[in-house]
């Protein structure tokens, strides 16, 4: 999923400072399940907006909306309802459902609630961590399952820096050497030997070198 | 020879090489660079230049290396894939050779996290494995990464690093191996100051003659004083000083601690070179250049061999 985690208040009230009416949308996929952006976190921060301006003796209104997906045009046209008289939109999807809802609704400002983080999967209860850069060609397959592209702070493709200390990585003890992971996955698998094959040096054109990206599927679009 | 390095000269010599470095100030003062410089002129075979260590801006490797080679010191030329995309190291390459610079270091480098820009981006566009790999078609092949032609490719001797001290250790001799696949013709080591552990991954190198398919350099740093191996011991990723190192280096009085350090540093040079597959020695007394010289004496390895260079 994409994980994201709520701005700091303070940066949120300064965004919305200027206006009276605010849409807060919130979206049930991603941020819902890293627990940053969805119903539950859209009811909190709204309470805490209009607490905070309150004090200052602002009577600020917000009106709240949770999409199914806002990075998709088709949930996104449910809030034509719901932007009458509204000063601005506030929304709590990642960057890329902000973006939808700026391109829908030209003339209303949007602002970010939360900050994108990035590709990751619940390491447990409460903890995510990263796990994909969407490098556009996938290495996981000759890696032992890991990739050493996210989970590598050097980015390395050949094996462990000289600073991999105990399984873990030497610019933070809390973080896992991905290539210890990956070669004790290796030796797991009975596949030591791959570790010797080099991997060459990435084409970065599938990832985010070749500018831009986007998927176009000539069967399925119109 | 696959190219014009001293180092490579000494080296296919037989007789033990010695290498020592020289870090670049952090600022516009090429009479460091020089002062550094003169306080190994004659005592070791060629010095590396290193690319922003600790992750630190300094003067450039490059501009340093230039400035030794006009002292007529043979530099090394290191150079990190943290700062630089493969275009940026391979216009350095061709522009560093212009500057009769022949002899190379591909690393890594440290992680910005732990120098004074933790803010900055890191490149990584390569590894140091596939840095090897560049350089070494660049001078084989004379051809860029990209495939075009080099005209009058760059002949470097390529170096790489090794640090027998991380984990996991069983992988440490395969890493070596990709290494010299890749194309490594010289390695140095990270300080040594575990022994035995050294020994035995030697063992593992020589049980694959990799020893035989390239020249090993193994590294040493004089120990200043006993809050120095302490910080080695305990803070600095990938190092191992045994606490009887520690142990010894507490043992005498705080006057004494640098000879004790440098006694220890012969000590290990003298043990070395029984270990069959070293090849040379590479000092790093990091800003303690002054006593590279006595090192080189008490190890027995000065004079430096005439081997008509």
Known sequence: ?222 | MKTESVLEKMLISGNLAVTSECGPPRGAVPEKVRQKAELLRGYVDAVNVTDNQTAMVRMSSFAAAVILRQLGIHPILQMVTRDRNRLAMQSDIIGAYSHDINTMMCLSGDHPQFGDHPMAASVHDIDSIQFVQMVKKMRDEGKFQGGADIENAPKMFIGAAANPFADPFELRVARLAKKIAAGADFIQTQCIYNLDKFEKWMEGVRNRGLHEKCYILAGVTPIKTVGMARYMKNKVPGMDVPQAVVDRMAGVPKEKQAEEGIKICVETIERLKQVKGVAGFHIMAIEWEQKVAEIVKRAGLYPRPDIGI
């Not at chain 1, 909190?44 to 997906?69: C, D, V």
């Not at chain 1, 961590?129 to 490098?135: D, F, K, L, P």
Request: glycine share 10%.
């Open chain 1, 1 to 222: 999923m994409i994980t994201a985690e709520r701005k700091p208040l303070e940066e949120i009230i300064e965004y919305i400072r200027p206006f009276q009416k605010i849409l807060l949308v919130g979206c049930n996929e991603c941020v819902t399940v890293c627990a940053a952006g969805g119903r539950k976190e859209v009811g909190i921060l709204s309470s805490l907006l209009q607490m905070s301006f309150l004090k200052q003796g602002k009577n600020l209104q917000i009106r709240e909306h949770t999409l199914e997906r806002q990075c998709d045009p088709e949930y996104i046209e449910e809030l034509t309802n719901l932007i009458d008289g509204v000063d601005a939109i506030l929304s709590m999807a990642c960057g890329c459902g902000v973006q939808e809802i700026s391109r829908r609704f030209r003339d209303k400002p949007v602002f970010p609630a939360v900050n994108t983080k990035f590709m990751g999967a619940s390491e447990r209860q409460g903890v995510w961590a990263e796990r994909c850069q969407g490098c556009g060609d996938c290495l996981l397959g000759i890696t032992g399952g890991i990739c050493p592209i996210s989970r590598c702070s050097k980015q390395l493709m050949n094996g462990p820096c000289g600073g991999s200390t105990k399984g873990k990585c030497e610019i933070n003890p809390d973080v896992d050497c991905a290539w210890q992971l990956i070669w004790d996955r290796l030796k797991a698998l009975g596949l030591e030997d791959r570790y010797e094959r080099i991997i060459p040096a990435k084409d970065w054109r599938p990832g985010r070198g070749a500018g831009p990206r986007k998927i176009i599927r000539e069967d399925l679009a119109e």
